[in-house]
């Protein structure tokens, strides 16, 4: 993470994004991982320039010709919320407007609250000793970095974000989803999410 560190890079990512999809449901969920994962704190230029493209589905549904701050603020609830969800915080830190919408979030954190934490110990005694050694390893070190973040030590030096890359069917959500238990079964919150929808409904809470 934190390639995307200079503001032409960003724009030029974002016209390239824009290029290859009409959806923008879709180029918003992928500039919300972008804005989350990357080192670049004032976002308000990119956003200046780039702010219709990221809005016209507002602007169409609106029946409107003209954009104005109602729909750009439509489209800024929408970054918003997906921001919440990615355990990001609120979007003007990055530099965007304000947005208006902190109900979602509401939601978002009462869901996680209400899980079954005796449930979800026992499911983790079951399957924990059923990792392979592989899955054991990324298990063991993403907990170590949660735990170490809960204890205000840095868990793994400059880490801020893992990639666990391995073929199909090989264990991936399997271990994610006892993390995501794990965590849930402390009483804390773990957000499954996913920037396409693709992989977010084989996992738990995704
Ligand atoms: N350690 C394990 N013990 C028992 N079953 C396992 C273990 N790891 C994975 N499985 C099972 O193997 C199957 C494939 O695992 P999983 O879905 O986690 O793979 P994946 O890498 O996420 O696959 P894909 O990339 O295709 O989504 C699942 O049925 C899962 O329950």
């Given at each position: 993470m934190g390639l995307l560190n200079d503001e032409e890079t960003w724009k030029s990512t974002i016209l390239e994004i824009i290029n290859h999809t009409n959806d923008r449901t879709q180029l918003r969920g992928t500039y919300t991982s972008m804005l989350v994962f990357s080192?670049?704190?004032?976002q308000s230029g990119i956003w200046k320039e780039t702010r219709d493209l990221f809005s016209n589905d507002f602007l169409y549904n609106s029946k409107g010709s003209d954009y104005n701050d109602e729909i750009y603020l439509d489209a800024l609830d929408d970054i918003q919320e997906r921001v919440w969800e990615c355990g990001?915080?609120?979007i003007s830190a990055y530099g965007l407007p304000t947005s208006r919408n902190r109900e979602k979030v509401t939601n978002v954190i009462r869901r996680e609250k209400a899980y079954n934490r005796e449930r979800l110990s026992e499911e983790v005694a079951e399957k924990?000793?059923?990792?392979?050694e592989k899955q054991r390893i990324i298990y063991d070190t993403i907990m170590t970095y949660v735990n170490g973040r809960d204890n205000n030590?840095?868990?793994?030096?400059?880490?801020?974000g893992f990639f666990l890359a391995a073929s199909g069917e090989t264990g991936k959500s399997f271990v994610l989803n006892l993390i995501l238990d794990t965590v849930r079964s402390q009483g804390r919150i773990a957000l499954a999410v996913d920037s396409l929808g693709i992989a977010a409904p084989v996992l738990h809470g995704g």
């Open positions: 080192n670049l704190e004032d990001g915080g609120k924990s000793p059923m990792l392979n030590q840095v868990g793994i030096a400059g880490s801020n």
